[in-house]
C-alpha cells in the first residue's frame, strides 16, 4: 500500500517498463499532432476556405475524394471531424503523470479508444476511396497510415490499465472509484 | 518481424496490384482494395510486442485471398495468379510470431485469466 501517489511505483507489476512514460507517449502525441495539422489543411478546403489541394500523384484525386458524397454525410466535413479526432488523440496522450495508468485509469481508457476507433474509421475511408470513387487522395492516405501508426504503441498503456482494474475488481474495492482515480482506492491496490 | 514487414510490403502490394496489372474484373480490384489496407494495418499493428497476436488476423485474410477468385468467380488471370500466390505468403506468414523479449504482467489474455502474472507479482 502507497502512502502517498509518488509512492506508486511506475513500472506495472510483471511489466518491465512503464507505458505511461514520456518516451512512450510524446512519438504518439506528435503523430496526432502532425495528423491533425493534415486534416486541417484538407478541411480548410472542404470548407471553401482555400480553394486547392496538394496531390502530388494522383491527379484530379484528391478532389474527387475531398468532394465526395461520405466525406459531407455529416454537418462538418470529414476532415474536420478528424482533425477533431486527432486533437482528443493528443490531449489525452499529454493528460496525466507517468503513472496515469493506476492514477486515472479513465484517461488511459479514453485515449485508447480515440486511438482505436479513429484508425478503423481512417481505414473504412482508405478503403472507400478506391472503391466507390474510383480515386486516390495522397493527404488522406498520410493521415491514415498516422491514425494506423499510433493504434500498437497506444495499446499498451490500456493494457496497463485494464489489469489494474483487474487486480482492483480482485480485492474487492470499487473499480468505480479506481477508474476515476479516486486516492484512497488508487493508494490501496497495487 | 521480418515475417510482419513481408506482410506489410505484400499488403501494399495487393491494394496497388489492380491499378498496377490493370485487373479487367472490378470484382477483384475492389476485393483487393478492402482487403490490401487491412492486411497492413494488423501486419503494422503487430510491429508492437504488445499486441503482437494482431498479426493472427492476417491467417483469415491470407486464405480469403487465395480462395477469393474462386469464391467471387475472379475472370481476370492476372488477378486470380496474384491474390492466390500473395494470399498463401500472407497466410503462412501470419503464423510467425516472433521474439518477445518484453513482459507485459501477461497480457491481453490476462484478463480473462484466474490467476494472471500481474496478479501473481503483486503478492
Redesign the interface.
Known sequence: MAIDKKDIPPI??????N?ASWSQRIPIIVLAIIGMFIALYLGLYQLDIINSVWEPFFGDGSITILNSKVSNVLPIPDAILGAIGYFIDALTGVIGGTRRWRTMPWITIVFGFAVGPL?VVS?ML??FQ??LFDAWCTLCLAS?VIS??M???A??EV??S??YM??VK?SGQSTWKAFWGIKEVVLKV? | MWALVINIILGLWIMAS??ILSFADPVA??NN??VG??I??FA?????E??RT?GKWNIPLGAWLFIAPWALSFEDKNALVNDMIIGAVVFLLSFVKGKIT???????I??FKRN???????K
Open positions: 506495472p507489476p510483471g511489466w518491465d517498463y507505458p484508425g481505414i482508405v478503403v478506391p472503391v491514415a494506423v501508426a493504434i500498437g504503441p495499446m499498451d493494457l496497463a485494464l489489469q483487474q487486480r480482485r497495487a | 489492380p491499378d480490384a475492389d482494395h478492402i489496407p487491412l497492413i494495418t503494422f499493428t503487430a510491429l508492437w504488445a499486441t494482431v518484453q513482459h507485459f504482467g501477461g497480457g491481453w490476462a484478463l494472471p502474472e500481474h496478479i501473481q507479482k503483486t
